[in-house]
């Protein structure tokens, strides 16, 4: 048995080396070629993904957005009641593993020196990119999540006394969900280090009392309902499915 499996190795080695001469595409955006591999005494073909430089040249945060068609055109009605031509829904970027990752090692980068110990991020969108960010840090994540309307850390997770934390939400527009995320912090007796987010909805004039970085900075036009030019063209207003 054992030397079939040498040969099957063998022969998996070869193959591997023929198929990945010519890589393949899965995803329009991700290189790379699908290799053999020896499996449960069977042979099974995997995906590896190419070097990141044949995959997106060098990645950034514009272009991950108009790649995944992240800001959406219409009539939103947004958490704060305002109304807009514009909406950022994260999660159709961060549905893609590759990407999340490289907007996690983006924001990591940020905060690499500063001696983090756990990540926190704010559910629902926050508990992705915390992840990502904590996995580029090495470092473990935990969400805090809204219990009868307050942040609260379930699940087991726990903040020890004068541990470094580092806040990670997807979207900032008021800073609401990352002040009541920070206020839990202190509770617990934890020393806040910084602040990350994807993106800045405000266009900069949101600010903490802790170092703020966001990948990038994008204010969108918003009205007052009763001055909105799109409800005044009689456009239907949608509700996006969540406050970020
Ligand atoms: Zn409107």
């Known amino acids: 048995m054992q030397s079939d499996l040498y040969i099957l190795q063998g022969l998996s080695c070869i193959y591997s080396l023929q198929i990945s001469c010519s890589p393949f595409v899965r995803d329009k955006h991700e290189w790379g070629y699908f ?23 060098e990645w950034t945060i514009e272009e ?16 704060s009641g305002r109304h807009s031509e514009e909406y950022m829904q994260c999660a159709r970027l961060l549905q893609y593993p590759t990407e999340a990752e490289k907007v996690g090692q983006a924001l990591a980068a940020f905060f ?16 992705i990119i915390a992840y990502e960010v904590a996995r ?8 805090a999540e809204r219990e009868e309307g307050h942040m609260r850390l379930r699940r087991g997770f726990t903040i020890q006394p004068n541990e470094r ?4 939400e997807d979207v900032v527009t008021t800073g609401g969900s990352v002040r009541e995320v920070l206020e839990l912090l202190k509770s617990y007796g934890g020393e ?9 909805r405000s266009g900069g004039k949101v600010s ?17 309902p009763e001055h909105c030019p ?15």
């Not at 806040?192 to 800045?200: H, Q, S, T």
Request: glycine share 10%; aromatic share 6%; net charge positive.
């Open 136 to 143: 580029a840090l090495g470092v473990p994540s935990l969400f």
């Open 165 to 168: 934390v580092l806040v990670i």
């Open 230 to 244: 799109l409800c005044q063209a009689n456009i239907p207003v949608v509700k996006p499915g969540s406050r970020s």
């Open 35 to 57: 290799a053999p591999n020896v499996r449960k005494g069977g042979l099974a073909l995997t995906w590896s993904r190419a070097p990141c430089n044949m995959n997106h040249g």
């Open 192 to 200: 806040i280090v910084g602040i990350g987010a994807i993106i800045d």
């Open 208 to 224: 903490f009392d802790y170092p703020f970085h966001a990948l990038l900075s994008h204010s969108i036009t918003s009205y007052e």
């Open 112 to 127: 690499q020196d500063r001696e983090i110990d756990v990540v926190v991020g704010p559910a629902l969108g926050g508990v």
């Open 64 to 79: 991950a957005l108009k790649r995944r068609n992240v800001i959406t055109r219409g009539h939103f009605l947004l958490s």
